[in-house]
């Protein structure tokens, strides 16, 4: 087990009604003049911006609007939103969404102090050194940017999709997780946000570390419990319980609590990356398409983990089989849970891409990533492109 730090002071507010307590939140936090950062329609059309808008109100704060972020956000409205906080002096940023609208929230919090460009940080030409107070109520549990330090930003002009961490500075103040919220998400947004949760807890899964029993063991009951919830909020999309429990296991997925002392790897979140920035394809049925065929190789190559995963998740009874065979039919498993259980793609024909551009793929993903990257397995172009052929 790894010496770690762990950081995680965001304020959960989690529960039936309590997106009616944002502005006093807002106002606890130091907020007095908030940028709200919302999506498309969903917010709008549910009442819930009126209701956050008027909490806000209640509370003498005033505001101003950032609305219209779509999924796979991009540069361009990091820049409209940095540039309007500075206009407006705006000292709080409160995203009222998804992953997309939070990450875009976040780009704008480190953008706003910062004398240069904030894709910068995306590139690694500087480092967060400051950013603005940012807050969430969440809509969807997915993408784990409400308990995160991370945000991942498209840039438009050069198909980049890349990502910043900031633990210090870019983890929300408070997120409001109510799940009466996310009734209201089509079948393809919950399911896909599933695939999401579980690939979070996948990539700090496959680690390498020796005596990592609590991290493995978290990992594993969360992934149990995703599976549990799953075929009741795919039946019923208001079955509280069931959405209340998959809403906090998207949380608890991705804000380090599985992976303290641990090497995570994200190989398979870059690979998805690459899908997302070239076909724009939603990056939880991406992650569907692509965690299969990773594992696939992975079981072949490595098979520790997978296997591990297998017996411990997927109930696979390992007497009288090699590793391989173990992990693959673990992977058989999970493909089918994503297929039968969840209703998505998996393979790259049934996301809706039907003849890849695999060499774009390869050369983008080492470009961005480096060559070999990757901590549970060393990638090279020639491993990544079979990988990509494995989703076909
Ligand atoms: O735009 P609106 O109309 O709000 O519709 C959204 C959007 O079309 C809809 N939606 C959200 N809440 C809803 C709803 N529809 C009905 N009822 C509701 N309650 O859902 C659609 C998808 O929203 P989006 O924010 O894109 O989803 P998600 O949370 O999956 O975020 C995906 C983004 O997060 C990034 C992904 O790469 C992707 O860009 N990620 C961010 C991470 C992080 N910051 O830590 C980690 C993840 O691995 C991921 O990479
Ligand atoms: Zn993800």
Redesign the pocket.
């Known amino acids: 087990m790894n010496n770690f730090t762990f950081y995680s002071p965001t304020e959960f507010v989690f529960g039936k009604e309590t997106d009616n307590n944002v502005g006093s939140l807002c106002r606890r936090y130091g907020a007095k003049r908030v940028l709200v950062v919302?999506?498309?329609?969903?917010?709008?059309?549910?009442g819930?911006l009126d209701r956050v808008f008027a909490s806000l109100k209640a509370e003498g704060l005033d505001y101003v609007e950032l609305g219209g972020?779509?999924?796979?956000?991009t540069d361009g409205k990091v820049y409209e939103g940095i540039e309007l906080v500075r206009k407006e002096n705006a000292d709080f940023v409160l995203a009222v969404?998804?992953?997309?609208?939070?990450?875009t929230a976040?780009a704008i919090c480190a953008g706003v102090p910062y004398d240069g460009d904030f894709w910068d940080f995306f590139i690694c030409k500087a480092t967060i050194q400051a950013a603005l107070p940012v807050a969430v109520v969440l809509?969807?549990?997915?993408?784990?940017?409400e308990g995160?330090g991370?945000?991942?930003?498209?840039r438009e002009a050069t198909l980049q999709?890349l990502?910043i961490k900031a633990k210090m500075l870019l983890r929300p103040k408070f997120a409001v997780m109510n799940p009466e919220?996310?009734?209201?998400?089509?079948a393809w947004?919950t399911a896909?946000?599933i695939a999401?949760m579980m690939?979070?807890i996948l990539e700090r899964y496959l680690s390498n570390n020796a005596d990592i029993f609590i991290g493995e063991r978290l990992c594993e009951g969360t992934l149990l419990a995703i599976m549990d919830a799953a075929p009741r909020v795919m039946a019923n999309p208001c079955d509280y319980g069931a959405r209340a429990n998959i809403m906090w296991s998207g949380m608890v997925a991705?804000n380090d609590t599985c992976s303290c002392g641990m090497d995570e790897d994200w190989s398979c979140?870059a690979i998805?990356?690459e899908l997302?920035a070239l076909y724009n394809v939603?990056?939880?049925a991406g992650l569907a398409v692509m965690f299969p065929a990773f594992l696939t190789y992975m079981a072949k190559h490595h098979p520790a983990k997978v296997r591990q995963l297998a017996v411990r998740v997927f109930g696979v009874s390992p007497e009288g089989k090699t590793d391989e065979q173990i992990a693959l039919e673990g992977v058989a498993r999970m493909k089918a849970f994503f297929k039968d259980v969840l209703q998505l793609p998996v393979t790259l024909g049934e996301l809706g891409i039907e003849n890849p551009d695999i060499a774009t793929l390869v050369c983008k993903l080492h470009e961005n990533k480096g060559n070999p990257f990757g901590f549970y397995y060393s990638l090279t172009p020639e491993i990544t492109e079979e990988i990509y052929r494995l989703a076909m």
């Open positions: 919302y999506g498309g329609q969903s917010a709008k059309k549910s819930l972020i779509q999924p796979n956000p969404g998804g992953g997309s609208v939070i990450d976040k809509t969807i549990p997915a993408a784990g940017s995160s991370n945000a991942v930003i498209t999709k990502g919220l996310t009734f209201t998400l089509p947004q896909s946000g999401d690939a979070h991705h979140h998805e990356h997302s939603t990056h939880g």
